[in-house]
């Protein structure tokens, strides 16, 4: 019966603790911040990070799309430095 009475009190706190901050996150996540970083953001464990990332398919989804984003970006600059990009600055006085 007791783990009954921890359910509701874990989706209260996902939804108090997380979902206000779901924008913070996805930008956290595109920046390149790693799991534990995140975690110590939301104050939260890491077992409660993947557990949460686990049982919310909203989290999970963010949590995949931004880690796509990123390595998108990273793949562009790596091909951009590979085959000689340059970029040249505007001139300022």
Known sequence: MGSRKEIPNRIRKYETDILPRISDIKDWIVQGDSAREICKKLSISPDTWYRYCKENETLSELVTLGRSMLNT???????????????????HK
């Open 73 to 91: 970006e990273v793949e562009n600059s790596l091909f951009k430095l590979c085959t000689g990009y340059e970029v040249e600055e505007p001139y």
